[in-house]
């Protein structure tokens, strides 16, 4: 099983990236998909997630209309679109896969990926 993050690094505050998650050796359409962030020092938190059609998202509030999650099953393909990117954003972001919704659940992990939002 491989959960591969990619897209992150150095943007400016109110810039944009576009994060994408490559899963393989399992059924990615059968699971959960969801995006965490770990900021230094802090714990990490739920940011986002989708259900397995992705016809339902959840975000976190912070999130909520400046992140945008999407799936592409036939590419077994995660994306995270972030807009408006604030430095409080600066974190490592991780895509999980899960059994349930919201983020709970998860079953498997990726590496992670550096977003760092300064100017």
């Known amino acids: 099983v491989q959960l591969v993050e990619s897209g992150g690094g150095l943007v400016q505050p109110g810039g944009s990236l576009r994060l994408s998650c490559a899963a393989s050796g399992f059924t990615f359409s059968s699971y959960y998909m969801n995006w965490f962030r770990q900021a230094p020092g802090k714990e990490r938190e739920f940011v986002a997630g989708?259900?397995?059609?992705?016809?339902?998202?959840y975000y976190a509030d912070s999130m909520l209309g400046r992140f945008t999650i999407s799936r592409d099953n036939a590419k077994n393909t995660l994306y995270l679109q972030m807009n408006s990117l604030k430095p409080e954003d600066t974190a490592v972001y991780y895509c999980?896969?899960?059994?349930?919704?919201?983020?709970?659940?998860?079953?498997?992990w990726g590496q992670g990926t550096q977003v760092t939002v300064s100017s």
């Open positions: 989708i259900n397995r059609g992705g016809g339902s998202t």
């Open positions: 999980a896969a899960s059994y349930t919704g919201g983020g709970r659940n998860i079953v498997y």
